[in-house]
């Protein structure tokens, strides 16, 4: 079922662009199956392939009204997607290398909109030591040793970031 605080995380996840305009119908479907009731959520669940993007957005964007929720800032929803990436990657629901991939593409999208004055790349999202693993993939094989002392190390880094 869906909750108020995974509508949270859609509004954060639609904000950063990480949800395809096709998959809109689907969610909309999930939620109204899930127990959340939004006239809005009803229209984008029947909403055809063939229709207009900006109008699916817009269904989304007040569905999201209708519950409550309201859009987070690019920054703000950024953090909240790292959050829950990291604790996805702390739980082993997602490999650490996926996850830590994510992460850096989602700081790189956002990185100008940051706060200046931070000491290291990926601070302001609390990424900086995983920033610096993640490139640390670079300079091995994956079927080095190595690799796993990585991803062991990722995943630690994820626990913290997550506070699991």
Request: proline share 7%.
């Amino acid at each position: 079922m869906i909750n108020g605080m995974d509508l949270h995380l859609l509004a954060a996840q639609y904000v950063v662009g990480l949800l395809r305009t096709e998959e809109l119908s689907s969610i909309a479907t999930d939620l109204l199956v899930g127990g959340v009731e939004s006239p809005s959520f009803v229209l984008l669940a029947g909403a055809l392939p063939s229709d207009p993007v900006p109008d699916l957005r817009d269904l989304l964007e007040a569905g999201l009204n209708e519950c409550g929720i309201e859009m987070p800032s690019r920054v703000a929803a950024a953090r909240q997607v790292t959050l829950h990436l990291a604790s996805q990657v702390a739980t082993g629901r997602l490999p650490p290398e996926s996850g830590a991939a994510q992460m850096v593409d989602l700081y790189l999208e956002v990185g100008d909109q940051l706060p200046p004055g931070e000491k290291f790349a990926g601070d302001a999202l609390g990424i900086a030591r995983l920033l610096a693993l993640y490139y640390d993939f670079d300079d091995v094989a994956p079927w080095d040793p190595a690799w796993k002392d990585i991803e062991r190390e990722i995943i630690d880094e994820c626990r913290a970031i997550a506070g699991a």
